[in-house]
């Protein structure tokens, strides 16, 4: 394994499909594997929406019975 000027340890064959595909994108190797560690970290962030809608969505019926309930109480004390 080579050690890159990051401090890991990469294969010599990973390493070097990692420079081919950059320079197949005009990139440096830095850029390209900035710009893959961007692309996970948006579809993290895109599942993770995807998570809490389907969170919300499921559990809608507590929290439109939970608001109910703050709402009646409201007006019953006013009244």
Do not use: I
Not at 12 to 17: C, P, T
Not at 29 to 40: C, K, S
Request: charged fraction near 30%; aromatic fraction near 4%.
């Amino acid at each position: 394994m080579a050690k890159t000027q990051l401090g890991a340890r990469v294969d010599e064959d990973v390493a070097e499909l990692a420079r081919k595909r950059a320079a197949d994108l005009g990139l440096s190797v830095g850029d390209y594997l900035a710009r893959l560690v961007q692309d996970d970290a948006s579809g993290l962030r895109a599942r993770a929406v995807d998570a809490a809608a389907r969170f919300l969505a499921e559990h809608q019926a507590v929290f439109d019975e939970a608001e109910h309930s703050q709402q009646t109480r409201r007006g019953a004390r006013a009244a």
